[in-house]
């Protein structure tokens, strides 16, 4: 086993990280990429195959159209260039999990190469750009199991023939913390573009980085490893500092690197190594005979492009013109598209785009994570909850009967104005019962009232509390201010 040795950061600081990723991305299409089973998670084992994913002599594979459609629409959002001619191979290799004996990819003619994408800015506010090196079309293997039978690995073809689009990043990256930028944003991209649902538990997205260390100054790239087996990108980040931990190590005592492929250990927080790294050679790559070449037209290009959405940038660069929200706002409203358009819904309707995002961030989230439900399944409309802040904005519920409000909502779907009434919760402004309420918190705290009236102005907002509770919440604060100031004659 290779583990990370402990270090002392000042050999670490003589190194520099160098990491390339590769994103591999399933894609969000009804069936597989080149038959008609299902290409949808969570099916019991070996249902959704047929001669095709499997392989069978005599079956001929056909080309999804709809993965096609969805992987130039990533690969024009990450500012690609979309081949109008790309090729299949068959890429040759040995798994228990993959029937063919080889998997369906493409090689030296990908569909898209010479991207970038952009995932921060730097203090003097210049954009860090990641270069992408190509986008292709691939199918995804079966799946062990290792955890089913004592002593015994199973086998689930269903994800055999599931469509993919990988992703390369260029070694631009220079630390674990913009490795991980890098695929949340990537991540959020792809999510907002509906290729994929990114659901890193389902394998629906799976990331392998290449890293190397080198002196820092060099120009020329060390030797790299790849590390697979990471499940979140916050493992990607361990597994990064733990491999170039190990790597500075070895190049500090005068050892040498060896490219091999290791495995990251969440558990034990180390890695170790599978197996020496492949060249390309090694997969005897050659082009896939039963299916030609894919050509793509520039006006059906042009046209995928012109219908691609609203990019994560380009809603947030709209959502600071339009709402004039700080960046914390943002990052939380933006995290998700079905977020973003849940408060944007609420702060068209409603008018304050900053009570709507408090709201949303605060209220509607803090729901979501308490009952660990997603927006898509919330049950408060953007409609409703425009009306519960209208009832606020206009004074007919305080504060804090409006959550009393929302809670209520929450449980029975109830449009905001029948709950308020109904539990009466409606603000009272008028004079004769407010000034009831007023009498009886004077009679109760005389000594109060005595410093109150003697100019002892601070116990105003204490009287106002005592009244509001009184009235569990339906008086108007500002008329109650108005009145005891009325009062002491202020």
């Known amino acids: 086993m290779t583990m990370a040795p402990a270090l002392v950061p000042a050999i670490c600081d003589r190194y520099e990280m160098v990491v390339g990723l590769e994103m591999h991305v399933q894609l969000k299409t009804r069936t597989k990429a080149f038959c008609n089973c299902s290409a949808q998670f969570g099916g019991a084992p070996n249902v959704n195959t047929c001669p095709v994913c499997l392989g069978l002599p005599g079956a001929l594979p056909v080309l999804n159209a709809q993965a096609v459609e969805l992987a130039v629409r990533a690969a024009h959002s990450l500012c690609c260039k979309v081949n109008e001619v790309s090729i299949f191979a068959r890429k040759n290799y040995f798994y228990p999990d993959l029937p063919k004996g080889y998997q369906i990819t493409q090689y030296d003619k990908p569909l898209a190469e010479n991207g970038h994408l952009d995932i921060g800015e730097r203090s003097d506010s ?183 959405p609203e990019l994560p940038r380009d809603k947030r660069a709209r959502f600071i013109k339009e709402y004039a929200l700080g960046p914390a706002d943002l990052d939380v409203l933006t995290s998700s598209v079905l977020l973003a358009d849940y408060f944007e819904a609420v702060a068209r309707q409603h008018g304050d785009a900053k009570a709507a995002a408090n709201w949303v961030m605060g209220e509607v989230l803090g729901t979501l994570r308490m009952t660990n439900t997603s927006i898509a399944r919330f049950r408060v409309r953007p409609a409703d909850l425009s009306g519960l802040l209208n009832l606020v904005r206009d004074g007919k519920v305080s504060h804090s009967a409006a959550k009393r409000v929302f809670a209520s909502m929450i449980e029975s779907g109830d449009r905001p104005e029948q709950i308020a009434e109904r539990e009466g919760l409606l603000q009272v402004s008028d004079s004769d019962s407010l000034g009831m309420w007023v009498d009886a918190v004077v009679s109760e705290n005389p000594d109060e009232w005595e410093r109150y009236r003697g100019g002892e102005k601070k116990l105003q907002g204490v009287f106002v509390g005592k009244i509001m509770k009184k009235s569990a919440g339906r008086a108007d604060p500002k008329r109650v201010n108005q009145i005891l100031s009325e009062r002491v004659g202020g």
Not at 187 to 193: C, P
Not at 270 to 288: I, L, N
């Open 126 to 308: 210049s954009p860090v750009t990641i270069r992408i090196t190509r986008v292709h079309l691939e199918e995804d293997a079966g799946k062990s199991l290792h955890d089913r039978f004592a002593a015994s690995t199973a086998i689930d073809l269903n994800r055999a023939g599931v469509p993919l689009i990988e992703i390369v990043s260029e070694p631009d990256l220079r630390s674990s913390k913009d490795a991980g930028a890098y695929l949340r944003v990537l991540k959020q991209t792809l999510e907002f573009l509906g290729v994929s649902d990114v659901n890193m538990e389902e394998g629906s997205l799976r990331v392998d980085a290449n890293i190397s260390a080198r002196l820092r100054g060099e120009t020329k790239l060390g030797v790299k490893s790849e590390v697979k087996n990471m499940n979140s990108f916050s493992g990607v980040e361990r597994a990064l500092e733990a491999e170039f931990s190990r790597q500075c190590g070895l190049l500090d005592s005068g050892q040498r690197i060896i490219q091999q492929t290791m495995l990251w250990d969440a558990a034990r927080e180390e890695v170790r190594p599978a197996r020496s790294k492949e060249a390309s050679h090694d997969y005897r790559y050659f082009p896939e005979p039963d299916l030609p070449p894919l050509i793509l037209s520039q006006d059906w290009l042009c046209e995928v492009k012109k219908q691609l």
